[in-house]
């Protein structure tokens, strides 16, 4: 069982794509319900790797068939620290968007419902993936998907948000190719076979200017997918187009594949051209958490303020990477899955109230608590967890990527705290006239409160926010062990004398300060 869990997580949401697919009749009850089983039982499984993953040993639940011997390339998946936590976000979030949809989607149904099932098999793939050309194959076959969400299910500028979603990701995509295609020419030029092995690619240096050109072709596609200032602009148009569970899965898993790449691939494998870059990333880092808080406090439309609060968000994850130690680091990866987790939940959130008011203008809201009570405290904690309230998942992931950011880059670390600052300012702005004062339009009266399908919808991210929020070693104690060895892979390919930061004498600091009694 355990060599087989990952062709699991695979196989049953494409499983539960095709039987809806071949299912007789056209019934879309039996089409959400098929959907709704398949991604329960994916998270099923996800928690039985979760808790079978054992943070010690690295990677683990490998399979390795090969796919195309002549070219070296496999069918490898594994699992380390790293991808366990995204994975895990990724199979909790899709049946929270399936069931998200039950009410909402109501054309082509079948269709959506299978599309959303291949939709998470994609995600998790790129996850799991071990082989640059798999890697690569998932990484574009997301697209897929997506394009169809936003383009068949989106709202009324939908055609251009998927036109603009895939010209973008796919020019990073593409030079992403190139620079794969190369690292096997490396491998080829080493021992005479081609290879596209994550294993066997991480045990090649390379020359300090080629570090640069391939750095360059593996960040722009991570940077895109991020999204890093200024390649933001494809993000608000994706989120405020796409339906609601296009959102949750596009803010909540979709945008980790870009911090994915660089703690996979970028940073252990390219460590003098990062050092290069990185006083340049921290710039449009700090540039776009202020930059994002500063768009997302004039926004009109309720989506869109949360769609731009993610650019600022992300930035802070970006900045986390840039300070390159155990604490930003594992700051970084942690709130990914935070904001994951708050972001889907405010998407959610924003779907359900669409539902009843056709609208998302704050300028029609306002008052919202006296007819939606539960709507209302949903909202509350999810923008409290936004605004990083201590207790709540939120301050801990910030707060991790202060402080590791402060070791080495204080200045920077000042400036993101003040992007803190102003989204406590947008957000709870937006709470106040969204939901709480005087009722000003009569349709707000009478507006119905959180179905009972809704609310267990809710409660799971929830617990989520405060799980990690109160106790997050559970989640750091898995992570750490990986990023430790990923950051020893990155400061031994070092080949040049360019200095990355100073974190390598602070890590090794910590880890004799932890060897001692």
């Not at 066997?200 to 080629?210: E, I, M, P, R, W």
């Not at 994850?317 to 942690?334: K, T, W």
Request: proline share 4%.
């Amino acid at each position: 069982m355990d060599t087989q869990i990952i062709q699991w997580l695979l196989a049953i949401p494409v499983g539960g794509a095709a039987l809806i697919a071949l299912w007789p009749g056209r019934s879309a009850r039996v089409a959400r319900w098929i959907a709704l089983a398949a991604s329960l039982i994916t998270f099923a499984v996800s928690i039985y790797l979760w808790r079978h993953f054992d943070p010690a040993l690295g990677m683990q639940f490998e399979t390795e068939v090969d796919w195309i011997p002549s070219l070296g390339i496999a069918y490898h998946v594994g699992i380390d620290g790293i991808s366990l936590l995204l994975v895990l976000l990724t199979t909790l979030l899709c049946p929270l968007a399936i069931a998200s949809s039950f009410t909402s989607i109501t054309q082509k149904e079948r269709g959506y419902y299978a599309v959303m099932l291949v939709l998470e098999a994609a995600m998790i793939g790129v996850f799991v993936a071990l082989d640059l050309v798999l890697f690569y194959l998932f990484w574009e076959v997301m697209l897929v998907p997506m394009y169809f969400l936003i383009g068949i299910w989106g709202g009324k500028r939908r055609r251009y948000a998927t036109f603009k979603f895939v010209l973008f990701t796919m020019l990073g995509s593409l030079l992403m190719l190139v620079a794969i295609v190369y690292l096997a020419a490396g491998a080829y030029r080493a021992t005479g076979f081609w290879n596209f092995d994550w294993v066997a690619l991480s045990g090649l240096t390379f020359a300090y200017d080629v570090q640069i050109y391939l750095f360059l072709a593996f960040a722009l596609a991570f940077a895109i997918k991020l999204p890093l200032f200024p390649f933001h602009t494809w993000l608000p148009d994706a989120h405020v187009e796409a339906p609601t569970a296009g959102s949750v899965l596009l803010a909540g898993v979709l945008l980790k594949m870009g911090v994915y790449g660089f703690f996979r691939f970028a940073l252990p494998w390219f460590p003098d051209a990062f050092a290069t870059f990185v006083p340049y990333l921290i710039v449009l880092s700090i540039i776009g958490i202020i930059y994002g808080a500063l768009v997302a406090m004039v926004q009109k439309d309720v989506k869109s303020l949360v769609a731009f609060s993610s650019v600022a968000h992300m930035g802070f994850v970006m900045l986390g990477l840039c300070a390159l130690n155990i604490q930003s680091l594992a700051g970084s990866l942690l709130q990914s899955v935070n904001h994951g987790v708050i972001t889907g939940m405010l998407f959610l959130i924003v779907g359900m109230l669409y539902e009843r008011r056709h609208t998302r203008q704050i300028s029609e809201l306002g008052g919202l608590f006296k007819s939606m009570p539960l709507w209302t405290t949903a909202l509350v904690l999810a923008t409290l967890a936004a605004i990083g309230l201590p207790g709540t998942s939120g301050f801990v992931g910030e707060f991790l990527i202060l402080v590791g950011t402060f070791k080495v880059y204080p200045v920077a670390a000042v400036f993101a705290t003040f992007g803190i600052v102003l989204a406590a300012v947008y957000m709870l702005w937006m709470l106040q006239r969204v939901a709480l004062g005087k009722i000003t339009r009569p349709e707000n009266e009478n507006v119905t409160d959180l179905s009972r399908r809704e609310r267990w919808i809710l409660v799971p991210l929830v617990v989520a926010i405060f799980w990690v929020g109160v106790y997050p070693n559970a989640f750091l104690d898995k992570m750490t062990p990986a990023i430790q060895n990923m950051m020893h892979e990155m400061y031994a390919r070092q080949t040049t004398s360019v200095p990355a930061v100073d974190s390598p004498q602070l890590v090794v600091e910590e880890e004799r300060d932890a060897e001692q009694p």
